[in-house]
């Protein structure tokens, strides 16, 4: 799990030395890999699903576009080729 929280958190621009809620989901990313039974895994998915919640929630949002913007760049440059009347 700790691999891919790492992952998620520097997709989502989120840097857990800066940010006390990513280091929290990276250490309870660590105790759920090192969990012994499953009440203390349990535990701490539970609480690194929460502290994910809560990181996401402060990403910034991206700014890639939609699929509706990717249709209206091509009509666009096809607009943009055709040759004026």
């Not at 929460?50 to 996401?56: D, P, S």
């Given at each position: 799990?700790y691999?891919?929280?790492a ?8 840097n857990?030395e800066?940010n006390a ?11 759920l890999?090192a969990?012994r039974?499953?009440?203390e ?5 539970r609480?690194l699903?929460?502290?994910?919640a809560?990181?996401?929630g402060?990403?910034?949002p991206?700014?890639?576009?939609d699929r ?6 091509r009509?666009?440059?096809?607009a943009?080729?055709r040759p004026?009347a």
């Amino acid at each position: 799990m700790y691999k891919a929280t790492a992952a998620e958190l520097a997709d989502l621009g989120i840097n857990p030395e800066a940010n006390a809620t990513g280091a929290a989901a990276l250490r309870l990313a660590t105790e759920l890999d090192a969990a012994r039974d499953s009440k203390e895994a349990a535990a701490a998915a539970r609480e690194l699903r929460q502290a994910m919640a809560a990181v996401r929630g402060m990403a910034a949002p991206r700014e890639t576009g939609d699929r509706v913007d990717e249709l209206a760049a091509r009509a666009a440059q096809r607009a943009a080729r055709r040759p004026s009347a």
